[in-house]
């Protein structure tokens, strides 16, 4: 991160947001950082396991108090302001947080987790500021924070086969070309200082042979290099991407709650950056850096004031490059957010389309998608004026430099002779390749710099945690003997969510169909996913034959499982393919016969393409019911030892439903059922039901009773 304190005084640096509830973690690190607890989002959302949520006023000081900051709520008018302890948090819009860094005059230096740092004046605080405030001061070695995550590029690649014979050759078809680049200067000087006055054109011929000999070896060195520059880049590019990616599909399922589609896919785009930065770097480091420093040596052999002026002219490139760094990384960033923001809005109305046509709202939304895209090009446009407004002083100094130059060095010749007419040629050529391979290096320098951006990007994968499951030494293969216990267990979905459930206690017998009722948002879908491992219990456990689930192994668990989600997952490809969920070995007979118990086989067969008839996308192809009952079979398909059904026959007619129940019934395999419909329910053995974060056992027959009594006249 970037130190901005100017002559001591410390200022606040803006960390901006990169979900849109992460505004209360963005404040936090903002006062964080000023306090001198460096830390930064990846750390944050790894130590406090924020909820989905956000964060209100209250669960931010508590966070802040686990951060050693000790926090102060204050309800605050408009000139209350004007007497906290700054920088402040500002309660923002009845939904965002701000920093408060300092007042001057009637103007607030706002820093804004979404929007960037901005003066304001005293109106429009005014619209936004919603009377909550909120003072920090650090409480020494109070800090329960995990230390700051750092994140090494490097760990990205788990293995790069081919790289270093690759690497090799680069290394020296450049040491082949940085020859060329020492030795024609020399050619000029040759040609000026030898050949002109002596009019010897024998000498000139067989210097003009020799070099196109050179220039051509220049030439293929220069094409084979770039080939394996190529060569090397994509090999890089792949792994990092391919680890990456499977990184990315072995982390937590509460991870993707929490991030927008776009904001994922832009975090997967920084790795472009980090690849070609690596990539070039690497090699121009090696290369730019000896032919600096041999040039440089040739340099001074030729003229010592040449040389330190050029040197200085060098210098104060880095330094206006290095003050423009801030504004360039901050630019930047607010251009990859913006683009990800518009991105994500363009997914989900490509997403939503049918319900955009049938509510009419397609204005609306493609406003909301244009001020975002507005946004995006506004962000882009600052950047790219930053780099014009670098290129014209880039193009002035080295405009500068060279009048400078020539000038010295023509008063030389003339003042005290020593210096040839050819010796200037070859030094102008030796300076030129000088500044070329040192600016390059300067550049490399910043583009390193500026990677920390996208590095903490692909850090929100890189350095987040895989999924527990993950974790298992050995993977095991026992299968459920006797029976499934949800012991004590207490679940909230973050640290500042209330309890969904509150003290779960269930035994689930092998064999057993159990079936979960209660009201909407009871939270039988999340002991679905306890019990498929998705989840992790808060408090208490799940006991797999008396074993610990962990111990047991959750992939041990889940390998034995069939499961129907309410949210699907449908995936490209046929009605075959998406059964069999993609596997290797696609059994056709089992698909056919895991069809037909699922009640799908008729319909199937009645379809052009039969069981290749692609599903479409999400399955659009077929019918909510039809979509239900593939589910049902890719759960058969699996023979599983446990099936767990949620809301899997909601969307069937009481006649396919029956059917669909007899078949599982047939099963005999351990059944948890999570329904709503009465004949679903009926069917279990057992009955539970969802009240006040706990399940109750209901009696089957009372609970028939109720069920006709406040359902049919
Ligand atoms: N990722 C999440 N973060 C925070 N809260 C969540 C999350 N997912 C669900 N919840 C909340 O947890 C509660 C239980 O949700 P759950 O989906 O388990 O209920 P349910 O009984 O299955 O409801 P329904 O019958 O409507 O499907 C709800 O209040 C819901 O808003």
Redesign the pocket.
Known sequence: MLDLSIFGQKRVQLVKQTQITECGLAVLAMISNFYGTKTNLATLRQSLNP???GLSIKSLLQQGEKMGLQGRAVESTFDGLKQMILPAVLHWDLKHFVVLERIKKNNYLIHDPALGSRWLSEETIAKHFTGVAAEFQPIPRQSTLKPKLNFRPWSLIRSINGIWISAAQVILLSLVLQAYVLASPFYMQVAVDTVLPSLDFNLLSTLAIGFVIFTTIQSIALFLRSMIMLRIGAILGISISADTGFKLLRLPI?WF?KRHTGDILSRFQSIGPINQTLTEGAVIIIIDGLLALTTVILMFYYSTILAMLSIAFMSLYFLIKYSFLYFERNATEDSIVDAAIEQTEMIENVEGIQTLRVFGSEAGQHASWLHKLTNSFNSNIILQRIKNIQEAIYSLLFGLENIVIIYLAIEIILDAGGFSLGMLFAYTAYKNSFINSSGRLVDQFVAYRMLTLHFDRVADIALTSEDECFSEDDYQSENLKESIVLKDLYFR??DY?PF?LAGINLRIRKGEHIAIT??????????AKLLLGLLEPTQGGILIDGIILKQFGIRNLQRQSGAVL?DGGFFHGSIAQSIALFDETLDMERVESAALKAGLQDEVMKMPMKYFTPIGKFGSALSGGQRQRLLIARAIYRSPNILIM??ATSHLDYETERKIIHAIKELKVTRIT?A?RIDTIMAADRVFQ?QAGRLVEVNKHEYMQNYLKNYTT
């Open positions: 909820s989905l949520r509460t709650e979905y973050s969510d969904i209660g009201p909407s948002g009871g939270g039988k879908t999340t002991i309410q949620d809301e999570i709503h969802t």
